[in-house]
């Protein structure tokens, strides 16, 4: 019997990898020798709220990702209480050392479920992929956490110009494997707009990921979010199981 699903795709944060640390609290570290000591749980509400301003004005890093990141940190720096002129004065230097360390395994880690289910699925004839809405960064990371070797495609908002929920950026992931029909395709992440709704509309499957416990703390949930109907997976372990089943049908 020929294979009901040839590709399955992943988001990357919270979903393949994870902060090594909470990211207000690497954010803290970073930035109190240039501005002092900031309550992380500050940085924490200040982040978000710079991230969803700056990814409106700005989607898919229009303008360059240093620049991008540069107006997020700031954002997130003097919203947390830190002064805006020893903001600016130390910017140049800030910037750089977040970057950098959020380049690699000094800010990332990969979640323990993760390669298992790349070489799993592999195993069971299904290639497999990634869908991210994030910078060129993000292909260092999954070097260097020795990820990207169990990946058939890499497909990075900022490369492509063009970012979930967009129908575009899973449409360009089927087509450079070869694959022509979208129902043969699962789509994997923590986002219930981006991945879920956002597979499903270009004709996908979707799966929700929903880790209990301290490994979900940081995924994207939108407050009085609806799952109705939405299909959710505690953990990857989970989502290669489900591809088995739907091609033993």
């Not at 109190?32 to 990814?55: E, I, T, Y």
């Not at 620049?67 to 830190?82: F, H, P, Q």
């Not at 929920?165 to 022509?180: K, M, W």
Request: glycine share 10%; charged share 25%.
């Amino acid at each position: 019997m020929a294979l009901v699903l040839r590709l399955a795709t992943f988001d990357a944060l919270h979903t393949l990898v994870t902060p090594r640390l909470p990211i207000p609290t690497q954010y803290a570290h970073t930035l109190a020798p240039f501005l002092g000591a900031l309550d992380p749980d500050a940085l924490g509400r200040s982040f978000k709220s710079a991230l969803k301003q700056v990814q409106r004005a700005q989607p898919a890093y229009r303008g360059g990702a240093h620049d991008w990141w540069g107006d997020v940190i700031r954002r997130t720096a003097v919203g947390a209480g830190a002064d805006p002129a020893a903001v600016d004065a130390s910017l140049g230097a800030i910037v750089p050392r977040l970057l950098a360390r959020f380049s690699s395994r000094e800010g990332y880690r990969l979640f323990e479920d993760a390669v298992p289910t790349l070489r799993r699925l592999r195993g069971s004839g299904v290639r497999t992929g990634l869908v991210s809405n994030t910078d060129a960064r993000m292909r260092a990371v999954i070097e260097d956490l020795g990820l990207v070797q169990h990946l058939d495609v890499v497909l990075l908002s900022e490369d492509e110009g063009v970012e979930k929920p967009s129908r575009e950026i899973f449409e360009r992931a089927c087509t450079r494997l070869g694959v022509t029909t979208p129902g043969e395709v699962v789509h994997v992440g923590d986002e219930l707009e981006c991945d879920y709704r956002g597979a499903t509309a270009a004709g996908l499957h979707a799966l929700l990921l929903r880790r209990p416990g301290p490994d979900g703390e940081e995924e994207h949930k939108e407050a009085g979010e609806d799952l109705t109907g939405v299909e959710v997976v505690p953990g990857l372990s989970a989502v290669v199981d489900w591809v088995r089943k739907q091609n033993a049908l």
